[in-house]
């Protein structure tokens, strides 16, 4: 893939990690990343699962992440997710104060 894309598995709900979600800087990036025959369509659960990353990684998606109206279930289903994808000791604890965050905003309990 040319440029600085991310590769990271996705989880659907309830299910071990089953897709890859592609960020990649421009469409090309990803049609040259992808082999279209094997493509699945991008449903709720990987939308959210690249958004809540974005959002733990760069905080610039809140807008994003509320619009998705995420329910308590949902954050807390991919939580341990998220969690696991950065090396940084400090990465779990960020997740889980932006989680909190996100879930105040939305009236969850969480």
Known sequence: MSGSGLVFNLIESGKE?????VV???FA???EAVD???CEDL????LLCAKLFALCDRGIDIGDCIAL??????LATLLPWLEQQDADPGWPA???LTLTDLGNRLDHVF
Do not use: F, M, Q, Y
């Not at 109206?69 to 949902?74: G, K, N, V, W």
């Open 69 to 74: 109206l995420p329910t308590a279930t949902e």
């Open 94 to 96: 960020h997740v889980r």
């Open 24 to 26: 990649a800087k421009s």
């Open 36 to 38: 279209i025959s094997r």
């Open 29 to 31: 990036d990803v049609v």
């Open 17 to 21: 990690p089953s897709g890859t979600c």
């Open 43 to 46: 449903n709720r659960s990987n």
